[in-house]
């Protein structure tokens, strides 16, 4: 078993920042890629950020390329989201979780969510 727990979420104003942050213990060597996906009220789930467990390689969805940043701290097994420049169309429940194939919304371990909310 794998488990996941996320910190950071909140409000802040269109064109703020906020950072996720996503501690992973459990069998970690099982591990492929770890990232994070959301759902929106009424929405599906969607693909943001993945990164390799073990080699990096991060992959972003194309509405958060350029503006989200993807991040590890190996040491502490913690994953990390640097959201810059946000919109209220980023509002929705982020999750952190392993995503076997990459660039995917199929999860198979994934944390509790947490809320971001951007007002416009």
């Known amino acids: 078993q794998v488990q996941l727990v996320e910190f950071g979420g909140g409000l802040v104003q269109a064109g703020g920042s906020l950072k996720l942050s996503c501690v992973v213990s459990g069998r970690t060597f099982s591990l492929n890629r770890v990232g994070w996906v959301r759902q929106a009220p009424g929405k599906d789930r969607a693909f943001v950020a993945d990164?390799?467990?073990?080699?990096?390689?991060?992959r972003y969805a194309d509405s958060v390329q350029g503006r989200f940043t993807i991040s590890r701290d190996s040491a502490k097994n913690t994953v990390f989201l640097q959201m810059n420049s946000l919109k209220p169309e980023d509002t929705a429940v982020y999750y952190c979780?392993?995503?076997?194939?990459?660039?995917?919304?199929?999860?198979?371990?994934r944390g509790q969510g947490t809320q971001v909310t951007v007002s416009s």
């Open positions: 979780a392993s995503i076997p194939s990459g660039g995917s919304i199929t999860v198979n371990y």
């Open positions: 990164m390799g467990w073990s080699s990096g390689g991060a």
